[in-house]
């Protein structure tokens, strides 16, 4: 009796074990400790895309890692550039199409939503829905539509098509589902790199705001190609 007792222990020990990590992610998660503006950047000639994100103190929040070479998207989110400890993972749901819906999963398996370009309408200006248990929760628009058809018109001009993506800089706003703003995100002029500044405009859930966040990345990738 006394064995089969120290039997269950042991089985009820490993269990808490196991249970341990998703609880040291989820509380790391939380506590980010996002001090806005958030400094966004990545290199423009590089093999695999990376992105940085940094908060107003200059402390690495999130390192992103874009897998290269596949016919999905696949990103890896990761605490800092160690790539130590992986958050998230962002995936495609088929080949790169322009309705495709970009899924966040994290370490733990956990499903947080996903964020889907709003098909055609996108051609003409950045329309981003982003989604928590199969709802549109959040809506990713460009603020300044006239900017993507200028930049596409002058785009093809040598020279003048790259004065027009370095100066046409867009400008990317969330709104939560009642239409009020949350993050705004600014292109800054940049050559060499690809560097954006995110503003807080309103209170959110923390889970919301990660989802945001993460939403904002995955875009930017997407648009990679602008200025």
């Known amino acids: 009796m006394l064995l089969e007792s120290s039997s269950i222990l042991n089985r009820v020990q490993s269990q808490q074990l196991i249970l341990i990590p998703n609880a040291t992610f989820i509380a790391s998660v939380s506590e980010l400790g996002m001090k806005y503006p958030l400094d966004l950047r990545f290199t423009i000639f590089s093999l695999s895309q990376q992105i940085t994100v940094r908060d107003a103190d200059g402390k690495s929040i999130l390192f992103v890692k874009q897998k290269m070479f596949r016919f999905k998207e696949k990103i890896e989110v990761f605490s800092d550039?160690?790539?130590?400890?992986?958050?998230?993972e962002i995936n495609a749901d088929r080949i790169i199409d322009f309705?495709?819906?970009y899924h966040f999963t994290s370490a733990d398996g956990s499903d947080w939503g996903a964020v889907r370009r709003r098909g055609m309408r996108s051609l003409w200006s950045a329309h981003y829905e982003i989604i928590e248990n199969g709802v549109v929760d959040m809506n990713l628009q460009e603020e300044d539509p006239w900017k993507k058809i200028l930049e596409?018109?002058?785009?093809?001009?040598?020279?003048?098509?790259f004065l027009a993506i370095y100066l046409l800089n867009p400008t990317y706003l969330i709104s939560m589902a009642d239409g009020t703003p949350a993050l705004r995100a600014l292109k800054k002029p940049s050559i060499f790199e690809r560097y954006f500044v995110i503003e807080?405009?309103?209170?959110?859930?923390?889970?919301?705001?990660?989802?945001?966040?993460?939403?904002?990345?995955?875009?930017?990738?997407l648009e990679k190609s602008r200025g």
């Open 81 to 88: 550039d160690s790539m130590q400890k992986k958050l998230f």
């Open 99 to 101: 309705s495709a819906n």
């Open 152 to 161: 596409s018109l002058l785009g093809e001009i040598p020279f003048v098509g």
């Open 200 to 221: 807080k405009l309103a209170e959110l859930d923390e889970d919301d705001e990660l989802r945001a966040l993460l939403s904002m990345i995955m875009m930017v990738l």
